[in-house]
């Protein structure tokens, strides 16, 4: 299972470097319902994540059955495709990024978190964690990933849990944050929520060329 976890550990970054994700549930745990919906919003996010990563192995791997002695070939191309995706998303972020002296400006649905409830925390972090463009395309990179290593469902479980939780890391620390310090954390994660506000399009550029990078790496090499 080790060259599996080399190849996941930079998919399961990139999802876990989510800058407007984790000002969501910095927002909501400035709230009066901030435990329950910071560990409703968690497990909505990983939930989501594991879902989709299960799904989409599933089925890559009944897609490589059938092409039988393709499935090499099959897999390569879908990574070159998500690969290039990646890189685009890089361009269209960096071009996106404020300019010096600009401010940047959150989603308007952000405004809402502070009347937000258990279970839309939840739904919402699935749709985040999920189903996202971003998201999508890294878990089926990682579901690609999984399905052509040939493991067993038991290796298969421990991989895509380990996945998950790597990529849960940074939704997970401020919920970690406020659990530990209570009201004390409101200056340590505001402080968070201003940095990722500013730069979110700057970092998501630089995530996603690196990941677009990899991804091309491994797909090109495959065919070649």
């Not at 070939?73 to 960096?94: F, P, Y």
């Not at 405004?111 to 939840?122: C, K």
Request: proline share 4%; aromatic share 4%; net charge positive.
């Amino acid at each position: 299972m080790g060259p599996v976890f080399g190849d996941l550990l930079p998919i399961a970054v990139g999802v876990a470097i989510s800058p407007l994700p984790v000002i969501a549930i910095i927002l909501m745990l400035i709230t009066p319902r901030a435990r329950s919906n910071g560990i409703a919003f968690l497990v909505g996010w990983a939930g989501a994540i594991a879902i989709v990563t299960i799904v989409g192995g599933v089925v890559l791997g009944a897609a490589d059955t059938a092409a039988g002695s393709s499935a090499t070939t099959w897999s390569s191309l879908l990574r070159v495709a998500l690969g290039i995706l990646l890189l685009i998303l890089a361009a269209r972020d960096w071009r996106q990024r404020p300019r010096h002296g600009e401010t940047a400006e959150l989603p308007a649905w952000m405004s809402a978190l502070d009347r937000t409830t258990p279970a839309r925390s939840l739904g919402m972090a699935a749709l985040l964690g999920g189903v996202n463009p971003k998201n999508l395309l890294l878990n089926i990179a990682a579901a690609t990933t999984i399905a052509a290593a040939g493991l067993t469902t038991a290796e298969n479980a421990v991989v895509v849990a380990i996945y998950v939780v790597i990529a849960s890391v940074s939704i997970a620390a401020p919920l970690g944050v406020y659990l530990a310090m209570g009201a004390r954390a409101q200056q340590v994660l505001g402080g968070w929520k201003e940095w990722l506000t500013q730069h979110n399009q700057a970092v998501m550029a630089a995530v996603f060329l690196v990941l677009g990078a990899v991804v091309l790496g491994e797909g090109v090499a495959g065919l070649l």
